[in-house]
């Protein structure tokens, strides 16, 4: 799974589950795949970026209400690879 597919993904189990707003994307292929995805869900911004070369996907949330870029992220959750477990998307949808 590549960084795009990854994003089809997650909005796909959000559809329907809860309202959500794409702050950012940005996939960039020729550097190992690294990419960056932001939304907003329910007053908090969720930030997903991932390193390729390491294949390390960083989840962060910010305080309720702040402005991006301007937040202070807290890390929710690192994960090897792409795909996420139950656990983790109902971390991002509660």
Not at 38 to 54: A, H
Request: charged share 30%; net charge neutral; with cysteine.
């Amino acid at each position: 799974m590549d960084f795009q597919q990854f994003k089809n993904d997650i909005e796909s189990k959000l559809k329907g589950e809860t309202a959500f707003e794409l702050q950012e994307f940005r996939y960039l292929p020729y550097a190992f795949g690294h990419g960056i995805l932001v939304y907003r869900i329910k007053g908090y911004i969720f930030r997903f970026t991932y390193d390729g070369r390491d294949n390390l996907l960083t989840c962060e949330r910010s305080n309720s209400h702040e402005k991006y870029p301007h937040c202070n992220w807290t890390v929710l959750f690192e994960n090897s690879g792409l795909v996420l477990d139950k656990k983790q998307t109902d971390i991002i949808k509660a």
